[in-house]
């Protein structure tokens, strides 16, 4: 199985800031990953789709970047709605495996 | 946007069975790969099955396989998953999500739209 591993496991922003959370991947996944927002009590939201992509309607304040192993979620000028916990996820191979979680707070 | 709503979850005692299901409100759903995510309480997202868009191929986790049926009725725009043996670390909310390509299932899938989830807790 590909092991996923995001840093940090949680961090505190303020409103405003820039926050930068990384997803490192086990074996090379070219540019198959994903990146999911989850407020307490909501179903999953996609954000970034293979590696850098963003499904309509996301803001423009989220970016992805990266390829091979090495990841990054990258949000800008952090807003009150966006304290949440965040998710890197691969779809390189079966199992598909997600990260452990950056709960990002204030 | 499909919407997609996930029922069947309750509680279940071990060894039972359980059937989900995950409707579509449209018809748009027979052209996407389908997928199951499960969350433990309070815990991480953990992938649990992937159904090709024609219902032919199937990809389970291995924490399931050998237990697992995922199906599909286009007919009645609905996604199923049967878990059998049920066990206490099944005990999660199982979300269905929609890919985010229609077609193939292949190594540029997301989970783009999904359910609300529905909690399954297994206990005697």
């Known amino acids: 199985d590909i092991q996923m591993t995001q840093s940090p496991s949680s961090l505190s922003a303020s409103v405003g800031d820039r926050v930068t959370i990384t997803c490192r991947t086990s074996?090379?996944?070219?540019?198959?990953l994903n990146w999911y927002q989850q407020k307490p009590g909501k179903a999953p939201k996609l954000l970034i789709y293979?590696?850098?992509n963003m499904p309509s309607g996301v803001p423009l304040r989220f970016s992805g970047s990266g390829s091979g192993t090495h990841f990054t979620l990258t949000i800008n000028n952090l807003q009150p709605e966006d304290f949440a916990t965040f998710y890197c996820?691969?779809?390189?191979?079966?199992?598909?495996?997600f990260g452990q979680g950056t709960k990002v707070d204030i | 946007q499909v919407q997609l709503v996930e029922s069947g979850g309750g509680v279940v005692q071990p060894g039972r069975s359980l059937r989900l299901s995950c409707a579509a409100s449209?018809?748009?759903?027979?052209?996407?790969?389908m997928h199951w995510v499960r969350q433990p309480p309070g815990r991480g997202l953990e992938w649990v099955a992937t159904?090709?868009?024609?219902?032919?191929?199937?990809h389970s986790a291995d924490s399931v396989t050998g237990r697992l049926n995922v199906l599909r009725d286009h007919a009645k725009n609905t996604l199923f998953l049967q878990l059998n043996s049920l066990r206490p670390d099944d005990t999660a909310i199982y979300y269905c999500?929609?890919?985010?390509?229609?077609?193939?299932?292949?190594?540029?899938?997301?989970?783009?739209?999904w359910g609300q989830g529905t909690l399954v807790t297994v206990s005697s």
């Open positions: 999500a929609q890919n985010v390509w229609f077609g193939e299932v292949g190594n540029e899938d997301a989970f783009d739209n």
């Open positions: 449209e018809s748009t759903f027979r052209n996407y790969a």
């Open positions: 159904i090709s868009y024609d219902g032919r191929k199937t």
């Open positions: 074996l090379n996944i070219a540019t198959s």
């Open positions: 293979s590696a850098s």
């Open positions: 996820q691969q779809s390189f191979a079966f199992p598909r495996t």
